[in-house]
């Protein structure tokens, strides 16, 4: 099969090294407004939905990015990640993601993002009381 050549590559999906028979779950990916050109890349929802006893692990090639995430359970700033991340996935649930910019996310944590490296960080810990509500 001929690649369509009108149709641009989804480096989303490329990033995102879902084995073909994973039904685990489904990816909503929404844009952000053009004001937020150079902050913020993307938001995306993940729902998800395993079988008892099961495990989905999912790996990503990071983007040399931060990104916020919140789920029912957690609100969490995510420094960047070097090379492939792995989250496992069990039972139901869902979770809002936005990506920065790359840089952008030391406007949110208000200086160098060494610190945030390879890990992440409860969203209170890096805005304060804004971040606890």
Sequence with gaps: MKPDSSRPLDAIERAHLKDVDDASHIMYRYPVDPEFDGLLQRFWIPVWS???????????LQYPVSLLVVAADYARFYGVVSGLSTTTLTGEGWAVGVMCAPAA?????????TAYTDRF??????????GSG
């Design 50 to 60: 395993v079988p008892a006893g099961q495990e989905a692990p999912q790996r990503v």
């Design 105 to 113: 996310g030391a406007l949110v944590a208000g200086g160098p993002m």
């Design 121 to 130: 960080v409860d969203v209170a810990d890096v805005l304060g009381t804004a």
